[in-house]
């Protein structure tokens, strides 16, 4: 490492260590690298980003201790969350089959129905081992490629009203998970949700009738108004802004505080921890952490996948990066209208490092949405690659009294 780079860290470390909570820290970081991030931080919006960096410091127990940093956070500056809602989702999912005492239920045969105008049924589902879909095999999916239609099936089981109820259980009260996925969901189609049943072979092991969630879930939130027009449902030019009013809420510290819960349940009280199995634990670590051409069932073939495909954070999504055999990054990413959001844990076993990132950037240069033209590849995953890299080298620099067992994230991976 050159002497600038040992100042800068040394500086770094400095500001670090003297506060709790810190919000010059990364500012320092990105204003050090202008051949990096020159661009965000000239932008008029400084491109909507926010970042939460949480430091991981071990006792000589192996317990974790977290101190958090932030650029630019606020909750009531909204960003729309994409894919990421599919994580807690996939979360509670699990945690409904535990509540209903079906230890099955979560490899049993999953078949939808359709009650309401526009759902559709699934009955099959050719990517798992068995030909049948499952919520273990849409966990996966959802997981390895970010999988829509995979989210979509879970929120219709778990229900509308559940998973705000849930997330209310856990003190994630910025958030609101609302609508299906890709599928122009809103309105009375969002608030109703298909049957479902559950076989093992042709026994019915459970069935969820159709549901209607009455409720609404408002939040009146700065930038819910973007760009100078759209592009509707029938692909005409509308000249006015954007709305996301009726759109699902997931603001960036409520992210990482779901995968904080999610990585460290030890370091919560018992009755604010997920009603999780050690399996069920041990599941979503390994394929959240897995690469999809790890993954045998469900497959994901080149040249349409690639490693780092879900991931922004350290690689920038980049089909021709080369991965670090010692680097695992525990993670949801999402993408769509400009923004690229990335919620992470992660790990070097090599040279035991652990942190944990979550950041959000959009770019939309036309100010047009639903026109399928913003920089991702130019602004936005560049800025993710570069912020977990220079992260990264920031943590192999920093000094820890007690060096972390990582042992708990290993995994065989392939499947």
């Known amino acids: 490492m050159t002497t600038r780079f040992l100042l800068f860290f040394t500086l770094l470390s400095g500001i670090a260590s003297a506060q709790q909570t810190d919000t010059v820290f990364l500012k320092t970081l990105l204003q050090a690298h202008p051949e990096l991030f020159s661009g965000i931080l000239n932008h008029p919006t400084q491109n909507e980003v926010q970042i939460l960096y949480t430091q991981i410091d071990r006792d000589k127990d192996n317990v974790p201790h977290f101190t958090t940093y932030s650029y630019h956070l606020n909750a009531n500056r909204y960003f729309y969350p994409a894919s990421t809602v599919k994580l807690p989702t996939a979360i509670f999912a699990l945690e409904k089959a535990n509540e209903l005492g079906l230890k099955k239920l979560k490899k049993a045969a999953m078949l939808t129905d359709s009650a309401y105008a526009g759902q559709s049924r699934v009955l099959t589902d050719t990517s798992a081992m068995n030909g049948l879909p499952s919520i273990d095999n849409y966990i996966k999916k959802i997981l390895l490629v970010s999988d829509n239609d995979a989210y979509n099936r879970l929120f219709e089981f778990i229900g509308r009203a559940e998973i705000n109820t849930k997330l209310k259980k856990y003190g994630l009260n910025n958030t609101r998970i609302v609508s299906r996925l890709a599928v122009g969901d809103g309105g009375e189609s969002a608030r109703n949700t298909n ?221």
């Open 195 to 415: 049957p479902v049943a559950f076989y093992d072979g042709k026994k019915l092991r459970y069935s969820k009738a159709a549901l209607r969630d009455s409720l609404n879930y408002p939040m009146t939130l700065e930038n819910m108004l973007q760009g100078k027009g759209y592009l509707n449902r029938k692909d005409s030019l509308v000249m006015q802004p954007f709305s996301f009013a009726n759109m699902n809420v997931y603001t960036i510290e409520n992210q990482q505080m779901v995968l904080r819960r999610l990585l460290f349940p030890e370091t919560f009280p018992t009755e604010q921890r997920f009603n999780l199995t050690a399996d069920d634990y041990k599941f979503i670590y390994k394929y959240m952490s897995m690469l999809p051409t790890e993954s045998n069932k469900p497959g994901y073939p080149a040249p349409e996948f690639y490693p780092a495909y879900c991931k922004f954070l350290y690689y920038g999504a980049d089909s021709l990066a080369t991965i670090n055999p010692d680097v695992r990054i525990f993670n949801k990413i999402g993408d769509s209208y400009g923004y690229d959001i990335d919620n992470a844990y992660i790990v070097d076993f090599k040279n035991k490092v652990e942190f944990m990132l979550a950041a959000v950037v959009q770019s939309n240069e036309d100010g047009i949405l639903n026109d399928n033209k913003y920089e991702y590849k130019t602004v936005c995953l560049p800025f993710m690659k570069n912020l977990g890299q220079v992260l990264m080298q920031y943590e192999l620099s920093r000094p820890k009294k007690h060096l972390p067992d990582l042992k708990k994230f290993k995994f065989v991976y392939r499947n």
